[in-house]
């Protein structure tokens, strides 16, 4: 039964490619950021597991459904910030040295740590 809810998963568009943005990063700019402590003020940010992980923010990534035409998958995310929960969709693209971030209008660049 497990193999078989795999195989299906991995038929799935976009199943598997959060995969592909998997990292931690900090945001394009940011001077002093440490890339250690994920999601913390002046930390990193991080795509992993199925989560993405902001700044005093964490959500959790649904099944990703690719962009056509693009290299870019968006996904219904469901997260938790400042003891509030609530629904969003965001589109990751990856980029020549990270990831963007793009929601509700605001694209954000992270850059992958080393």
Do not use: K
């Amino acid at each position: 039964m497990f193999a078989r809810a795999l195989l299906i998963a991995a038929t799935l568009p976009g199943a598997l490619t959060a995969q592909a943005y998997d990292g931690i990063f900090y945001p394009e700019g940011a001077v002093g950021w440490d890339c250690i402590a994920i999601g913390m003020d002046g930390g990193a940010v991080a795509i992993g597991g199925g989560e993405l992980m902001g700044v005093e923010n964490a959500c959790s990534l649904g099944v990703g459904q690719d962009v056509r035409g693009m290299s870019a998958t968006r996904y219904d995310m469901t997260c938790f910030s400042e003891g509030e929960l609530y629904d969003e969709p965001v589109v990751l693209m990856e980029s020549d040295r990270g990831v963007y971030v793009i929601r509700d209008g605001f694209v954000a660049h992270w850059i992958r740590c080393d």
